[in-house]
C-alpha cells in the first residue's frame, strides 16, 4: 500500500504543479450558452491545465463576482454581449473592485455585437480607446485571408510579435501565423507605464465601417501600428487585464483552419497564441516570486552557496548600522512559468536595483546574480553606507511590463559612531600639521616661560638717576 500512497502524493503534486499562481476559479460570462461548443477546444486547454470554469449568463440575476466581500472568482473571461450590457452584476464599478482585489480580466470584442456603452467608458478610464462607430472593425487589403475574406478583406493574417521590446520579455512570440477575423481595433494611451499592445495589426490596416456607403475613407479612428488588436494593462498590484479584439479567433475553425495568402495555405497558429495570452492573463505566466532577503555587515566572511559560488555573511538582517559601515544584500528571485518555479534573468538591457533610502535614495545599485539555487537567481551588491545617521530602507522595488511587481523593503537604523569608536587624531594624515603646530606652540610657550624665569634682572644700584 506504500507504494500506491507515493503514487497518489506524486499524481496531486503533478496536479498542484499545473495550476495558475493566482487561483483556478475561472468564471466564463456568455450570453449564449449554446455557443460554447464553436469554443470547445479553447476551454479544453484551459481544463487541461487545471482551471475549473463556471459559465454563467449576464441575464443570472444570481450572478455575482464576490461573496461576503470577497472575490468568489480569480479568473474572468468576458465575451460580447448581445444585448447592451452585462447587466448589473458586472458593471464598470464591480470589474474595477475585482482587479483592485487582484482578479485577472480576459475582455473579448467582436465586430459583430457592438460593444456596450458601459464598457467603452471603463477601458476609456484604463486610457484603452475603442472607434467612436460601434459597427468599426480592422481590414487590410494586403494582409488578409484570401480564403474566407476575399471580398471583405476582414480576416487580417497577422505574425506572432517577434518582440515587442527588447528590455521587456515576451512570452507570446511563435511561429505561423494568426488569423485576427472581425476585429475591433482599440489605442493606447503613451502616458501611462501599466499599458502595452501586445498584437498590433500590420502597417495597412486601417478601422473602417463596412456600412459606410462611401467609396473612401476620409478620416480613420488610426491606421497601421497605431492600430492594436491586442491589448494589456497590469495594474498596480499586479492584476492584469487583456482586451482581445477579435473574440472569434478563439473558435474552433481558427485553431484548425489553414489561411491562404498569396496563394500559399498556412495553418494557424491561434491554438498556441490563445494558450500563450491565457497564460499570462491569468498568472501562469511572468509572475515574480522574492525568497530570502538579506543585509549584513561585509566583513569578510564566506559561506558557500548552492552552485558553489560564495558570498560574505555576518549577523544576518540586523536592526542597526553605523554609518560609514560596508553591508552586503542580496535577494533571491524566481520566476513561475506555466507549472514551476525556476532562477529568474531580467531582459536583455534591463537591470534589477537596490534602493538604499530615506526621504529619496542615497544609493542605488544595480544588483547582479552572485549565486543560484535550484529555482532562483540569488541578486547581490555590497557598498558603504552614507555619511547620514537615521532611519533608511533597503528597497527593491522593480517594475517592468509583463512582470509581477516587485517592492520589498526592509527598515534599518543608521547610527553615528559611538565615543570610543572615533580615530585617534594621529591616525588621520591630514591632521598631522595641526598636531604639529600644537606641539610647536607648547614647545614655544615651555621655551619662552624657561627663558623667562631663568633670566638674570639688570644690576641698577650703581646707575644715577638722570637729573
Known amino acids: 500500500m506504500r507504494w500506491l500512497f507515493s503514487f497518489l502524493v506524486l499524481a496531486l503534486l503533478g496536479v498542484v504543479q499545473a495550476l495558475s499562481s493566482s487561483g483556478t476559479r475561472l468564471l466564463v460570462v456568455l450570453e449564449e450558452l449554446t455557443e460554447k461548443d464553436k469554443y470547445s477546444e479553447f476551454w479544453e486547454d484551459l481544463r487541461s491545465r487545471g482551471f475549473h470554469l463556471t459559465f454563467e449568463s449576464p441575464k443570472n440575476e444570481k450572478l455575482s463576482v464576490f461573496k461576503h466581500g470577497e472575490r468568489a472568482y480569480d479568473n474572468l473571461i468576458l465575451f460580447p454581449p448581445k444585448s447592451k450590457g452585462f447587466g448589473p452584476s458586472l458593471t464598470p464599478n464591480i470589474l474595477l473592485e ?116 462611401a467609396d473612401a475613407v476620409e478620416d480613420p479612428f488610426a491606421t497601421g501600428e497605431q492600430l492594436s488588436l491586442v491589448s494589456a494593462m497590469q495594474a498596480r ?34 491554438k498556441e497564441f490563445a494558450k500563450k495570452l491565457t497564460g499570462w492573463t491569468f498568472k501562469e505566466l511572468g509572475v515574480l516570486k522574492v525568497g530570502k532577503l538579506q543585509h549584513y555587515l561585509d566583513e569578510g566572511k564566506t559561506k558557500k552557496i548552492a552552485n558553489g559560488s560564495s558570498i560574505s555573511v555576518s549577523e544576518q538582517n540586523p536592526k542597526i548600522y553605523r554609518i560609514k559601515n560596508d553591508v552586503s544584500f542580496t535577494i533571491e528571485i524566481s520566476e513561475y512559468e506555466i507549472d514551476h518555479l525556476h532562477p529568474f534573468t531580467p531582459p536583455e538591457g534591463d537591470k534589477v536595483q537596490l534602493e538604499f533610502t530615506m526621504l529619496s535614495p542615497f544609493h542605488r545599485l544595480n544588483l547582479k546574480p552572485v549565486g543560484y539555487t535550484v529555482n532562483s537567481t540569488i541578486f547581490g551588491t555590497s557598498f558603504a553606507l552614507p555619511d547620514q545617521h537615521g532611519i533608511f530602507n533597503f528597497r527593491v522595488n522593480y517594475k517592468r511590463p509583463f512582470l509581477t511587481t516587485i517592492d520589498e523593503k526592509r527598515e534599518v537604523t543608521v547610527r553615528h559612531f559611538a565615543h570610543d569608536e572615533w580615530p585617534r587624531s594621529w591616525k588621520i594624515s591630514g591632521a598631522w600639521v595641526w598636531i604639529a603646530g600644537i606641539w610647536v606652540t607648547v614647545a614655544g610657550w615651555i621655551a619662552f616661560v624657561a627663558i623667562w624665569l631663568y633670566s638674570e634682572a639688570a644690576d641698577t644700584k650703581g646707575v644715577k638717576k638722570m637729573q
Not at 476609456?124 to 468599426?136: G, K, V
Not at 494582409?143 to 512570452?171: F, M
Not at 483552419?257 to 495555405?265: D, E, I, L, T, Y
Open 237 to 270: 498590484n499586479s492584476a492584469r487585464l487583456t482586451v482581445l479584439g477579435s473574440v472569434e479567433m478563439l473558435q474552433n475553425e481558427w485553431f484548425n483552419a489553414k489561411v491562404s495568402s498569396a496563394g500559399k495555405p498556412t495553418p494557424t497558429a491561434n
Open 98 to 213: 475585482f482587479l483592485k482585489k487582484d482578479g485577472n480580466i480576459l475582455l473579448t470584442l467582436s465586430a459583430d455585437h457592438p460593444t456596450p456603452s458601459a464598457i467603452i467608458s471603463l477601458l476609456l478610464e484604463l486610457d484603452i480607446h475603442l472607434p467612436s462607430d460601434r459597427n468599426a472593425l480592422v481590414v487590410d487589403h494586403f494582409n488578409y485571408d484570401s480564403t474566407s475574406a476575399s471580398e471583405k478583406h476582414d480576416v487580417l493574417l497577422v505574425s506572432p510579435p517577434k518582440s515587442i521590446r527588447s528590455d521587456l520579455r515576451n512570452y507570446f512570440a511563435g511561429d505561423g501565423t494568426i488569423a485576427v477575423p472581425r476585429a475591433v481595433g482599440q489605442t493606447i494611451g503613451n502616458a501611462s507605464p501599466l499599458l502595452v499592445p501586445i498584437l498590433r495589426a500590420p502597417r495597412t490596416a486601417y478601422s473602417y465601417n463596412p456600412k459606410d456607403e
